[in-house]
T-cell receptor
Framework: GAGVSQSPRYKVAKRGQDVALRCDPI?????LFWYQQALGQGPEFLTY????????KSGLPSDRFFAERPEGSVSTLKIQRTQQEDSAVYLC???????????????FGPGTRLTVL | KNEVEQSPQNLTAQEGEFITINCSYS?????LHWLQQHPGGGIVSLFM???GKKKHGRLIATINIQEKHSSLHITASHPRDSAVYIC????????????FGEGTQLTVNP
């Protein structure tokens, strides 16, 4: 079956431009995570959804970052007024969460590489 | 100090060598991922394990939950193994979100 998909794969934005990054999780997966990976570093947590509810957004670096998952499937990460420090790979992951009492494996998308000029 | 640490940061090997990458963590976890990332950014999950050892082809992953340590081994390394290898785990203090190591850049020369 289809895995996690993300679009676009590459995005170049001029500083100050707004961008929207899309994540299509595996069908039926309850949980969805966004991570940000700066060049040469490991990914870092941005935000987490369980169905349509955003349960944790503590990793969002500023109020320019906004994420939504209105119908509990596709998610969009929006960055307003992009800055050069926003340049990174943005990774999406989803998990089934059949057993809420234990960790459920996360499956990763290919990422969106954002470059802000 | 990062809660998940990897070593070495960079590793260069000759084709055929046995390779070990280490990952240690400072708080309790229930499972740990080993991930592979090629240039271009896409992440492939190699293993998820919560105890003991798993093997897939030339790759072996081990974990000792009590000692807070995991290793990834590559036997008979090949240039196509060149990639960044990252360990990641859901810390018991952070719910389901993953905390990642900094990654190990592996280069295998022919």
């Amino acid at each position: 079956g289809a895995g996690v998909s993300q679009s676009p794969r590459y995005k170049v934005a001029k500083r100050g431009q707004d961008v929207a990054l899309r994540c299509d999780p595996i069908s039926g997966h309850v949980s969805l995570f966004w991570y940000q990976q700066a060049l040469g570093q490991g990914p870092e947590f941005l935000t987490y959804f369980q169905n349509e509810a955003q349960l944790d957004k503590s990793g969002l670096p500023s109020d320019r970052f906004f994420a939504e998952r209105p119908e509990g499937s596709v998610s969009t990460l929006k960055i307003q007024r992009t800055q050069q420090e926003d340049s990174a790979v943005y990774l999406c992951a989803s998990s089934l969460d059949r057993r809420l009492s234990s960790y459920n494996e996360q499956f990763f998308g290919p990422g969106t590489r954002l470059t802000v000029l | 100090k990062n809660e998940v640490e990897q070593s070495p940061q960079n590793l260069t090997a000759q084709e055929g060598e046995f390779i070990t990458i280490n990952c240690s963590y400072s708080v309790g976890i229930s499972a740990l991922h080993w991930l592979q990332q090629h240039p271009g950014g896409g992440i492939v999950s190699l293993f998820m394990l919560s105890s003991g050892k798993k093997k897939h082809g030339r790759l072996i992953a081990t974990i000792n939950i009590q000692e807070k340590h995991s290793s990834l081994h590559i036997t008979a390394s090949h240039p196509r193994d060149s990639a960044v290898y990252i360990c990641a785990a859901p810390l018991e203090t952070s719910g389901s979100r993953l905390t990642f190591g900094e990654g190990t850049q592996l280069t295998v020369n022919p």
